[in-house]
């Protein structure tokens, strides 16, 4: 009896070892369709870096209410002077024009607006605190989470 047994494992075997023989060919699966958010977000992150830096800004406002920002950016706006405003990291909405090579170029156009009583006080935002500058200068950080805040 135990002769037939043994018989029967290797008989069974050998039918299990051909059944399981690999294939002529091999299996060829399709390549996955590309994730088209991460084609977006390549071709983003390949704009953000071909971006020319930003120069010297002037910054004539902070406020807590968004309504006071929107109206000193179109104040600005209707005298021609390109003016942006954008909710900063601290809550405050900013209101910000210019993007100057010099510091002085920037002040100068600050205290002629000032002059003709279009702007009060005013200061002069450098290149190196805008968030691109800070995270290409420390090699930490995500522009794109610096810019959804």
Request: proline share 6%.
């Amino acid at each position: 009896m135990c002769r037939y047994f043994l018989l029967f494992i290797y008989a069974a075997g050998i039918v299990f070892f051909c059944s399981c023989a690999p294939p002529s060919r091999p299996v060829v699966l399709p390549a996955p369709p590309p994730d088209p958010i991460a084609l977006i977000l390549d071709k983003t992150a390949v704009a953000v870096d071909s971006l020319a830096t930003m120069g010297f800004s002037v910054q004539v406002g902070a406020f807590k209410q968004l309504d006071n920002a929107v109206r000193l950016e179109r104040l600005l706006a209707a005298r021609g002077i390109d003016a942006y405003y954008f909710r900063h990291k601290s809550g405050l909405y900013k209101v910000r024009f210019g993007n100057h090579k010099h510091y002085d170029n920037a002040r100068n156009e600050a205290e002629r607006l000032q002059s003709q009583g279009i702007i009060e006080r005013f200061f002069i935002v450098l290149p190196e605190s805008y968030a691109a500058a800070r995270i290409k200068r420390s090699g930490q950080g995500d522009l794109r989470t610096e810019l959804v805040v």
